[in-house]
């Protein structure tokens, strides 16, 4: 079973670019997570989505940061315009019955690393 | 609200036992977890554990639940240099039918193996 898909591995602009990540969740997982891993914490949960639904977008900074799951599948998760604090690796995971999946445990992709000059 | 807390730093030779901790806020977790990740990599899902459980035994890896204190802990038996990573504890609030979970997680612990 292949894994979380994300694109691009790594990813430099400057301050007030916009810049746009993409997600593709293991096949039949209906629940789709971002997070923001700023270097030397834990991982932070911006959005999720329940197919094409948000579910949870309370931690995403709404002015600056989009995000969207049209066909209840693959996701893009945007920001624009960046900032300098908008550096982190963003991950994102999906979760649901699948083929080895119990519904409840997320699978995680490896990450956009994001360096803001 | 939640909040989950590891130390930052364990170092141990090979062969040792390691041992991290976390404390967790939210008495209303399902489940907790230990995830690993190495350096350029995403989070390994290690092990896990059901809240209503005390402890699970895993090859080499033990978790214990002291659900009263809201302590949990990683023991890595044997610890190899391969071990080397940041080990994060999270845990998960289940909302209706898997949608609205709610995982947090700790910061993270580095654990250095030395040979």
């Known amino acids: 079973e292949a894994g979380v898909a994300q694109s691009p591995r790594y990813k430099i602009i400057e301050k007030r670019q916009s810049v746009a990540f993409w997600c593709n969740p293991i096949?039949?997982?209906?629940?789709l997570y971002w997070y923001q891993q700023i270097l030397g914490q834990g991982p932070k949960l911006l959005i999720q989505f329940q197919n094409n639904g948000v579910v949870d977008d309370s931690q995403l900074p709404k002015d600056r940061f989009s995000a969207e799951r049209l066909k209840g599948v693959d996701s893009t998760l945007k920001i624009q315009p960046a900032k300098l604090e908008d550096s982190a690796v963003y991950l994102c995971?999906?979760?649901?019955?699948?083929?080895?999946?119990?519904?409840?445990?997320?699978?995680f992709g490896p990450g956009t690393r994001l360096t803001v000059l | 609200g939640e909040d989950v807390e590891q130390s930052l730093f364990l170092s141990v030779r090979e062969g040792d036992s390691s041992v991290i901790n976390c404390t967790y806020t939210d008495s209303s977790s399902t489940y907790l977890y230990w995830y690993k990740q190495e350096p350029g990599a995403g989070l390994q899902l290690l092990t896990y554990i059901f809240s209503n459980m005390d402890m699970k035994q895993d090859q080499r890896l033990t978790v214990l639940l002291n659900k009263k204190d809201k302590h949990l802990s990683l023991r890595i038996a044997d610890t190899q240099t391969g071990d080397s990573a940041i080990y994060f504890c999270?845990?998960?609030?289940?909302?209706?039918?898997?949608?609205?979970?709610?995982?947090?997680f700790g910061g993270g612990t580095r654990l250095m193996v030395k040979p």
């Open positions: 096949s039949g997982h209906a629940t």
């Open positions: 999270a845990e998960l609030i289940r909302g209706n039918n898997n949608a609205g979970n709610m995982l947090t």
């Open positions: 995971a999906s979760s649901g019955p699948g083929t080895s999946g119990l519904g409840w445990e997320q699978f």
